[in-house]
C-alpha cells in the first residue's frame, strides 16, 4: 500500500530534550516536505526537500532542522523544543515539485512540549 | 494581509443539503487551486485540483474558480454525514503549497 508513515503518533516531552519525528515514503516520490498544523493558522511549511541531499526553508524553520540521506526518509529534528513548538506535524510527499499540487500526508505526530 | 483567507466556520448542514465552501486569495500568480479533505486524525487528503477558471466535477463535487475575482468554491450537492470533515483550500506556485486555514463541516441525518 503506498503510504507515508510518522513515528511516533503522539509524544509529550519537555523544554530542551532534543527529539525525532520520522517520515517515511513508498512511492519513490522525490518531493517531501513538513508542516505544522495549529488552530487558526492552518498549515505552515516548516521544510521542504526536492531531492536527497537537497533541503530547503518553508515559512516557519526556526528552531527545526532536517536531513534527507534517503529518497524514502525525511526526518524532523528539534534540537531543544520549546512550548512554542506544541504543534501538530505532518510530514507530505509528491512525485515531483512541478507537480506537487498532489501531495500524500502522513497521518500526523502531535507534540506536546511542557 | 493572508494570501489565502478561509472562513473556518463550523459549517453545520441536514444531510442532502448542498454544500458551499469558499477561499478568496490575493495573490494572481497562483498556478493550481487544490481542495483538501482532513478527517479528525488523519493526514490531509486531495479532494479535488484545477488550474483554470470555470467548473471542474468530480461525483457530488463541482470546484469553481474565478480569477478575475480571486475566489475559489467548492460545492457538495446531496451532502452525507461521510462529508463530514474539515475542508483545506489550497493554493500551488513554484512547487509551493499554501494553504487556507479549514472550514470545519458536519453533515448531520
Known amino acids: 500500500e503506498a503510504q507515508v508513515t510518522q513515528n511516533p503518533r503522539y509524544l509529550i516531552t519537555v523544554t530542551g530534550k532534543k527529539l525525532t519525528v520520522t517520515c517515511s515514503q513508498n512511492?519513490?516520490?522525490?518531493?517531501m516536505s513538513w508542516y505544522r498544523q495549529d488552530p487558526g493558522l492552518g498549515l505552515r511549511q516548516i521544510y521542504y526537500?526536492?531531492?536527497?541531499?537537497?533541503?530547503d526553508k518553508g515559512d516557519v524553520p526556526e528552531g527545526y532542522k532536517v536531513s534527507r540521506k534517503e529518497k524514502r526518509n525525511f526526518p524532523l529534528i528539534l534540537e531543544s523544543p520549546s512550548p512554542n513548538q506544541t504543534s501538530l506535524y505532518f510530514c507530505a510527499s509528491s512525485g515531483t515539485s512541478g507537480n506537487s499540487y498532489e501531495q500524500y500526508f502522513g497521518p500526523g505526530t502531535r507534540l506536546t512540549v511542557t | 494581509q493572508k494570501e489565502v483567507e478561509q472562513d473556518p466556520g463550523p459549517l453545520s448542514v441536514p444531510e442532502g443539503a448542498i454544500v458551499s465552501l469558499n477561499c478568496t486569495y490575493s495573490?494572481?500568480?497562483?498556478?493550481?487551486f487544490m481542495w483538501y479533505r482532513q478527517y479528525s486524525r488523519k493526514g490531509p487528503e486531495l479532494l479535488m485540483y484545477t488550474y483554470s477558471s470555470g467548473n471542474k466535477e468530480d461525483g457530488r463535487f463541482t470546484a469553481q474558480v474565478d480569477k478575475s475575482s480571486k475566489y475559489i468554491s467548492l460545492f457538495i450537492r446531496d451532502s452525507q454525514p461521510s462529508d463530514s470533515a474539515t475542508y483545506l483550500c489550497?493554493?500551488?506556485?513554484?512547487?509551493?503549497?499554501?494553504f487556507g486555514t479549514g472550514t470545519r463541516l458536519q453533515v448531520f441525518p
Open positions: 526537500s526536492m531531492n536527497v541531499e537537497v533541503t
Open positions: 495573490n494572481s500568480a497562483f498556478q493550481y
Open positions: 512511492m519513490n516520490h522525490e518531493y
Open positions: 489550497a493554493m500551488l506556485l513554484w512547487g509551493k503549497l499554501i
